[in-house]
Antibody, heavy 123, light 107 residues
Framework: EVRLVESGGGLIQPGGSLRLSCVASGIPVSRNYMSWVRQAPGKGLEWVALIYPGGSTYYTESVKGRFTMSRDTSKNMLYLQMNNVGADDAAIYYC?????????????????WGQGALVNVSS | DIQMTQSPSTLSASVGDRVTITCRASQNINSWLAWYQQKPGKAPNLLIYKASFLEGGVPSRFSGSGSGTEFTLTINSLQPDDFATYYCQEYDTPSRTFGEGTKVESK
């Protein structure tokens, strides 16, 4: 059974930094496309970041240069380092496994999700 | 940028009803579309991928159809557990864009 468990959420000030973690069980993060998807309070879903099995990372435009997704394959964990956070970054952040077309320029859908980590941004 | 437009935004229905939700893409996405169900306080749950393929464990009353720019999610004989918000998501582009959601509520 696949299980994804996020941690590290909390209250941060605008301009601050936070690192989210996601521990995976049942799947090796090294051999899967893994992603972060967020949902602002009362809003819809937004894809944030993705890491390929080979280690390449991709980001939605609004977080490029501020967020970094990484993994520790020895711990089977994923991370999302969030820097220079703004009010628009307040959301529940879900860790998810992505399954895709595996063609250049294409995307993926998300078949397994964690329960989410809440990030609040306030001064 | 690609846009995904769902309609209606809210749908009132009764148990036993047949419910249809539409998702329109601003450009051709072939059949690269997924549907999710989300209940309050919970993570989304994958229902359909590649426009019409039912994810394992999902009840057969859920079905998806369409290709190109217009897609539908149909729930045959709505059950009490089906009152939730439904999202479409394209994966033809690296944007991986979601629709705004359709809330199915009890009439």
């Amino acid at each position: 059974e696949v299980r994804l468990v996020e941690s590290g959420g909390g209250l941060i000030q605008p301009g601050g930094s936070l690192r989210l973690s996601c521990v995976a069980s049942g799947i090796p993060v090294s051999r899967n496309y893994m992603s972060w998807v967020r949902q602002a309070p009362g809003k819809g879903l937004e894809w944030v970041a993705l890491i390929y099995p080979g280690g390449s990372t991709y980001y939605t435009e609004s977080v490029k240069g501020r967020f970094t997704m990484s993994r520790d394959t020895s711990k089977n964990m994923l991370y999302l380092q969030m820097n220079n956070v703004g009010a628009d970054d307040a959301a529940i952040y879900y860790c998810a496994r992505a399954l895709g077309i595996a063609e250049p320029g294409k995307g993926e859908y998300f078949d397994r999700w964690g329960q989410g980590a809440l990030v609040n941004v306030s001064s | 940028d690609i846009q995904m437009t769902q309609s209606p935004s809210t749908l009132s229905a009764s148990v036993g009803d047949r419910v249809t939700i539409t998702c329109r893409a601003s450009q051709n996405i072939n059949s690269w579309l997924a549907w999710y169900q989300q209940k309050p306080g919970k993570a989304p749950n994958l229902l359909i991928y590649k426009a019409s393929f039912l994810e394992g464990g999902v009840p057969s009353r859920f079905s998806g159809s369409g290709s190109g720019t217009e897609f539908t999610l149909t729930i045959n004989s709505l059950q009490p557990d089906d009152f939730a918000t439904y999202y479409c998501q394209e994966y033809d582009t690296p944007s991986r864009t979601f629709g705004e959601g359709t809330k199915v509520e009890s009439k």
